[in-house]
């Protein structure tokens, strides 16, 4: 959060360290070391127009800024085809952060897109079908958030998990094992800290 006050809203070049699959990370742009590379807020963003999901589901607010990207594409998209706007519930565990992140959203124009939780990903429940999963939590329980949140997932929705870079193998290796596992089928992008995008095999149209 420091990180984040310092830079005061200014972009700073991705620091991660360079990998086999992306050698020049400081091409990328960061806000933070935390929240996602600004590209892969773009590129969420623009999935989110892309597919038009009416039920977004976050894990790891953090300070709320991709939350915050991942409503302005639901506002772009306007009412669905039912009426309705899309919606993003994002929970993040840490009540520090977590009153950080309500502050953003309570000042924000997209809040009424957004509902915003302070609590566990392994704990929390949300009613209805998720068209698109975004899991940016603690690397550690990647895996099992996803798949607590498997049954629920649109067969032809999207899973998107963060931080999955060769050199932080946890998330890697979690969404490989899933594959393995006949679970999710996945493409590894080749960002600075790694994002892997999935889609449940089961269901599948």
Same mark, same amino acid.
């Given at each position: 959060m420091l990180q984040h006050d310092r830079a005061a809203g200014k972009l700073l070049p991705e620091y991660h360290r360079a990998t086999p699959e992306c050698p020049h990370p400081e091409q990328w742009s960061m806000i933070d070391s935390m &929240? @996602? !590379?600004? !590209?892969v807020l +773009?590129?969420? @963003?623009? #999935?989110? &127009? &892309?597919?038009?999901? =009416?039920?977004v589901v976050e894990t790891g607010s953090f300070l709320g800024v991709s939350t915050e990207w991942i409503a302005r594409g639901l506002e772009r998209n306007g009412p669905l085809a039912d009426g309705n706007a899309g919606r993003i519930v994002s929970c993040e565990f840490d009540t520090v952060v977590f009153a950080r992140?309500? !502050? =953003?959203v309570d000042a924000s124009p997209l809040k009424p897109l957004i509902e915003l939780r302070n609590e566990s990903s392994l704990e929390m429940t949300v009613d209805g079908t998720i068209d698109l999963f975004f899991s940016? %939590?603690? #690397?550690?329980? =990647?895996e099992a958030e996803?798949?607590?949140?498997?049954p629920q997932i649109n067969p032809n929705g999207i899973i998107l998990m963060h931080d999955a870079s060769s050199h932080q193998r946890v998330v890697r +290796?979690?969404?490989? =094992?899933? !594959?393995? +596992?006949? #679970?999710? %089928?996945?493409v590894l992008l080749p960002t600075p800290r790694g994002l892997v995008i999935a889609q449940p095999r089961a269901g599948r149209v």
């Open positions: &929240t @996602a !590379e600004v !590209e +773009e590129f969420i @963003a623009t #999935l989110v &127009t &892309t597919i038009k999901p =009416r039920l992140a309500k !502050e =953003r940016d %939590s603690d #690397l550690d329980i =990647r996803v798949k607590r949140f498997l +290796e979690a969404a490989l =094992r899933m !594959e393995d +596992e006949g #679970l999710i %089928s996945v």
